[in-house]
T-cell receptor, first 117, second 113 residues
């Protein structure tokens, strides 16, 4: 149980286009999901907290107009990278925890490798 | 504020040798502590967690970690390294259920045949 699925696993897009990444909790409901970004050989940095039915909370330095987050249901959050540029190339990972039963650990998606050319 | 420091970005051990990956944390409240493993181009897999129960925590694949409040440490160990243990390991702290995680910078473990 407690599986988080992320799609796509890899995407290559042209500079200036937008890319949508989906994060789904397959067997539980999650009112909160988190989006992280990981640069090569570096740790995961929290980008934003996705809240079901309300606006996402962005970490300092993360452009909310560039990284659009939509948490439309208790099992789905999407991250859209708008007008992508090569510097947006990175590994994006989402995580979620079940509402019930409450679990202390986070469950992570497989990650999405975004390459902007 | 919460933070995690992992000493040693790269650790190499011989197959069969002891694995020791260091993690120190800083937290304003009693923390939840975790070790995750990441294989290339994959997500994170939970190895073990500490959530204020037993201070010695046993995880998957023979790993264990001991929470030492006096040293603010949560080092990860495995008595005998296996080739399949080669991966990136992340220590993380959380304030509790449903909260964000703060990750260390990671330790890349190499196992030498």
């Amino acid at each position: 149980g407690a599986v988080v699925s992320q799609h796509p696993s890899r995407v290559i897009c042209k500079s200036g286009t937008s890319v949508k990444i989906e994060c789904r909790s397959l067997d539980f409901q999650a009112t909160t999901m988190f989006w992280y970004r990981q640069f090569p050989k570096q740790s995961l940095m929290l980008m934003a907290t996705s809240n079901e039915g309300s606006k996402a909370t962005y970490e300092q330095g993360v452009e909310k107009d560039k990284f659009l987050i939509n948490h439309a249901s208790l099992t789905l959050s999407t991250l859209t990278v708008t007008s992508a540029h090569p510097e947006d190339s990175s590994f994006y990972i989402c995580s979620a925890s079940p509402r019930t039963p409450r679990r202390s650990e986070a469950f992570f998606g497989q990650g999405t490798r975004l390459t902007v050319v | 504020a919460q933070s995690v420091t992992q000493l040693g970005s790269h650790v190499s051990v011989s197959e069969g040798a002891l694995v020791l990956l260091r993690c120190n944390y800083s937290s304003s409240v009693p923390p939840y502590l975790f070790w995750y493993v990441q294989y290339p181009n994959q997500g994170l897999q939970l190895l073990l967690k500490y959530t204020s129960a037993a201070t010695l925590v046993k995880g998957i694949n023979g790993f264990e970690a001991e929470f030492k409040k006096s040293e603010t440490s949560f080092h990860l160990t495995k008595p005998s390294a296996h080739m399949s243990d080669a991966a990136e390991y992340f220590c993380a702290v959380s304030l509790g259920t449903g909260n964000q995680f703060y990750f260390g910078t990671g330790t890349s473990l190499t196992v030498i045949p």
